[in-house]
């Protein structure tokens, strides 16, 4: 009998290099970014190492960075001053909002050598910190929120947006901002839908990235943690009314939807690894519990080889340089 030795895929690096299934690229990352008014500097998050909120003029520059490196793209997130927010968060479409301005002097920096993504929704803006505007028993009207969402997008293609990222989990949101973008002539803005958004205790650090205001819990709209085959059929939902591109959210614990989702899908599908991700990595490795690097690249090939085509990191510049 023949002795198999699978050992021989792995005798050197450059035989590993060669035997890879999976390889990491810059084109695959996004970086997301936050932008805040009311500073003069970029703005250390504690709970997030490494993580800035960032001025109009540091921003350009980091998608200069970004677009320089390679980098697939960058998706901004507006931090508005406190006392702009309101019940509907309308300074999220208002063409001096931060997230706006922001956009424009991105996309003023770096063209189309970068692809220039906003998150659409609400919660940055709204003084309750929902994703959504409220009904008379303080729960979400989706309808309202849905006409919200297309002037957000609306807003943010006319600021110079490539690509717009609803992620506030609304029923119909896609098609209504796909048909809002259309009419007003913006047919080539893409939609990257987070379409298996979970309701994840991981998202812990965001929420002090940009300042929340939320007043109890997402639960009845984004999904419950415990459901797999929900993930599938929200990115069919999403697909079916014209996304570009679907998301699950977060990434490395729920790589099981992941997958499921890439196996189906006819689209390019991302994964966005989320704050708390991060944070944990980081923390281990300031306390030398772990190798920062090594882990970094494990969680993100992870993640790859689950089945995404892109991953939105806050490591992903760092990644690209080290490629």
Not at 101 to 118: F, H, I, N, T, W
Not at 150 to 179: E, F, K, N, T, Y
Request: glycine share 8%; hydrophobic share 45%; charged share 25%.
């Amino acid at each position: 009998m023949v002795t198999i030795r699978p050992r021989r895929a792995r005798t050197t690096p450059a035989m590993r290099r060669l035997m890879r299934e999976v390889h990491l690229h810059p084109a695959r990352l996004i970086l997301p970014a936050f932008v805040a008014d009311g500073i003069c500097e970029p703005t250390a998050i504690a709970s997030m190492p490494g993580v800035l909120q960032h001025t109009l003029d540091s921003i350009r520059a980091l998608a200069s960075d970004c677009a320089a490196t390679g980098l697939g793209g960058i998706m901004l997130f507006g931090v508005p001053r406190r006392e702009e927010k309101d019940a509907q968060g309308s300074i999220g479409w208002d063409e001096q909002g931060i997230l706006n301005r922001a956009l424009a002097g991105v996309r003023s920096e770096v063209g189309d050598d970068l692809v220039v993504m906003a998150d659409t929704c609400l919660d940055e803006f709204t003084d309750h910190g929902h994703c959504g505007v409220l009904d008379e028993r303080g729960r979400i009207d989706n309808d309202r929120t849905v006409d919200c969402y297309v002037r957000l997008a609306q807003s943010q293609a006319a600021a110079g947006a490539h690509m717009v990222g609803p992620s506030g989990m609304m029923d119909g949101q896609v098609a209504a901002i796909r048909a809002g973008l259309d009419a007003q002539g913006d047919t080539d803005v893409s939609i990257l839908a987070y379409s298996a958004k979970y309701a994840s205790a991981f998202f812990g650090p965001f929420r002090e990235a940009v300042a929340s205001s939320l007043q109890g819990d997402r639960r009845t709209y984004q999904q419950d943690p415990a459901n797999r085959r929900e993930g599938v059929r929200e990115a069919l939902l999403d697909i079916d009314q014209g996304a570009d591109a679907v998301m699950v959210k977060p990434a490395g614990y729920y790589l099981d939807v992941l997958a499921d989702v890439a196996e189906i899908s006819p689209v390019p599908v991302a994964a966005y690894q989320v704050s708390g991700e991060y944070a944990m990595v980081e923390a281990a490795a300031a306390n030398g519990w772990i190798d920062r690097e090594a882990v970094i690249t494990e969680s993100l090939t992870a993640i790859m080889r689950a089945g995404a085509d892109m991953v939105l990191s806050y490591w992903a510049l760092e990644a690209a340089r080290q490629l």
